[in-house]
């Protein structure tokens, strides 16, 4: 395995994953090129229109109800997809990385929503993109931007 897929570290890298865990981080590191592909080719607007995104009836069949069970497991992906983005094939962005949440999210019937933000930080603009699921941000530090989108 390139070192590149190396987990943080060995007590909670790859051997410590459950096969599930191992399964959605593979897939992730697959999903984030062809999420990037999509937003060079087609912008933000396209890539949630090809992803079903921008529509929220096309979710899943029946949508689940959300649990702390749900939530977990929905904070536990995006960590999956925040490793695959930093330490997959090649670095991606939070943008690539929360359109790959939600859409795996919307296809498990849990209803995701993207969030955009930005702020000034010493004259420069900082933006950042998540997935929130019922207002609760996955996977983020409690210091996020205003909220623009």
Not at 22 to 32: D, E, F, I, P
Request: net charge positive.
């Amino acid at each position: 395995m390139p070192a590149s897929f190396r987990l943080i570290d060995a007590p909670t890298g790859w051997a410590a994953l459950s096969w599930r865990d191992r399964y959605r981080l593979l897939a992730m590191a697959a999903l984030l090129p062809a999420v990037d592909l999509a937003l060079r080719c087609l912008g933000v607007r396209g890539t949630q229109r090809l992803l079903a995104l921008d529509n929220p009836n096309a979710m899943a069949p029946v949508a689940r109800p959300l649990s702390d069970a749900v939530l977990a497991d929905a904070q536990q992906l995006a960590r999956l997809a925040n490793v695959a983005g930093r330490r997959g094939l090649y670095a991606n962005t939070c943008l690539r990385q929360a359109l790959a949440i939600q859409w795996w999210l919307r296809r498990q019937g849990v209803f995701a929503e993207l969030r955009i933000g930005a702020h000034a930080d010493k004259g420069v603009l900082q933006a950042h993109a998540w997935v929130e699921l019922d207002g609760h941000p996955l996977a983020q530090a409690s210091d996020l931007p205003p909220v623009l989108y």
